[in-house]
């Protein structure tokens, strides 16, 4: 098999697939790769499983939530390849970062910010009768809406009742918050970068203060193409590592940009999609593109954490079932590549803000006493 279509969505971490095909990765493993611009998640998720579409780039947690049947229909998806670290964030609205300031400058000169004005914000708007604040993530089950309920509770917010997290897909959300439909959001570069520039928002936190070196996007199909279709996958493997090479290299960085801002991929100003890439994404650097089983068990305790999988579910056993580093070692291999010896590591202190540490041996226990912060009233 030759032929693919590969699905993506308009954001700067979707830049491996881009590049494979315009750098010609993809033509010299014998690939002839159309691209499909997708609207949503949810869009991408249905045509992998329905085979619409060969394999794409897909939300780390989605492709764990499709295997669960947690949001649909169950179907195995596999993701041998993380395509980037780091690279969202989370912004609000310029009037409610003044708000926020108001409510508690010395948080708000903070690094990294933390959400206590946010907390203060809240219970004086409730005292007030005023409704909850809205903000928006790109899919229930994302680091997105994991990063912003983790930022908000560990300083007291309970996202399930102190503010309403609605879904709203990543080219939109700045019109949203410009609009005053939302008042901030969690997105994927370079939609933070593009509220910045345009005036409407201010980008409080940047995924690499919240997890330094976080995973975000995989490249993901479904279990049954994998196996269907081994060599045609090793030979896409191939291809995207070596683009996600060619797009971390400085020298690269101006076409790089280019190609992004064209309307057919992501089709951002170029100032915004620079702004976003600097000293944030990476895509191959550090072991960027392996899929670690500890990253899966991560996001498998925060979907057990706010109730999104049952809390019994052995999250080592899913995490082992959709994560394949052992395919992401064949590919990198033949490339001459090293890749990590072990398929798991634990993760902090120095990793996430508040300094905690996350075992992937504990995931278990780490979803089930997780406290979810609560305000008084």
Not at 158 to 165: F, L, M, S, T, Y
Not at 276 to 285: D, K, R, S, T, Y
Not at 338 to 362: C, K, M, N, Y
Request: hydrophobic fraction near 50%; charged fraction near 15%; charge should be negative.
């Amino acid at each position: 098999m030759s032929a693919l279509t590969l699905g993506f969505i308009p954001l700067t971490d979707c830049a491996p697939l881009v590049v494979a095909q315009a750098k010609g990765f993809f033509a010299a493993e014998g690939l002839d790769v159309t691209l499909s611009r997708e609207a949503s998640w949810a869009t991408i998720r249905d045509k992998v499983a329905v085979g619409a579409l060969d394999a794409a780039h897909m939300l780390a947690p989605m492709a764990l939530a499709a295997t669960l049947g947690a949001g649909g229909e169950p179907t195995a998806l596999i993701a041998p390849l993380a395509l980037n670290r780091n690279g969202s964030g989370v912004t609000v609205s310029i009037a409610l970062a003044e708000a926020l300031r108001a409510a508690d400058p010395q948080a708000m000169a903070e690094t990294p910010v933390t959400a206590r004005a946010l907390a203060k914000l809240i219970a004086q708007r409730r005292a007030a009768s005023a409704p909850p604040l809205t903000f928006a993530v790109v899919f229930p089950y994302s680091i997105h809406n994991y990063a912003l309920r983790y930022w908000m509770s560990q300083a007291g917010v309970d996202p399930d009742r102190d503010v309403r997290i609605v879904v709203t897909p990543p080219p939109r959300m700045v019109e949203q918050l410009a609009a005053g439909v939302i008042d901030g959001f969690c997105v994927g570069a370079p939609w933070n970068a593009v509220a910045r520039a345009e005036g409407v928002g201010e980008v409080l936190l940047r995924a690499s203060d919240f997890w330094r070196n976080g995973p975000d996007k995989v490249f993901g199909m479904t279990r049954t193409w994998a196996e269907a279709h081994p060599e045609t996958l090793q030979s896409a493997l191939r291809a995207l590592i070596s683009a996600a090479a060619w797009a971390d290299d400085p020298a690269h960085r101006p076409e790089l940009v280019a190609l992004l801002a064209q309307p057919e991929h992501v089709g951002a100003d170029p100032q915004a999609i620079a702004w976003a890439l600097q000293g944030e994404i990476v895509f191959h650097a550090g072991d960027a593109g392996f899929p670690w089983l500890s990253h899966a068990a991560w996001f498998l305790s925060q979907m057990a954490r706010w109730g999104q999988i049952p809390p019994g579910l052995d999250l080592t056993a899913t995490a082992a079932a959709v994560y394949r580093p052992d395919l992401y070692r064949q590919a990198a291999g033949s490339l001459g590549l090293a890749t990590p010896a072990a398929d798991t590591r634990i993760e902090g202190p120095q990793a996430f803000f508040d300094g905690l540490v996350f075992d992937p041996a504990s995931a278990q226990a780490y979803a089930r006493d997780f406290p979810i912060g609560r305000l008084s009233g």
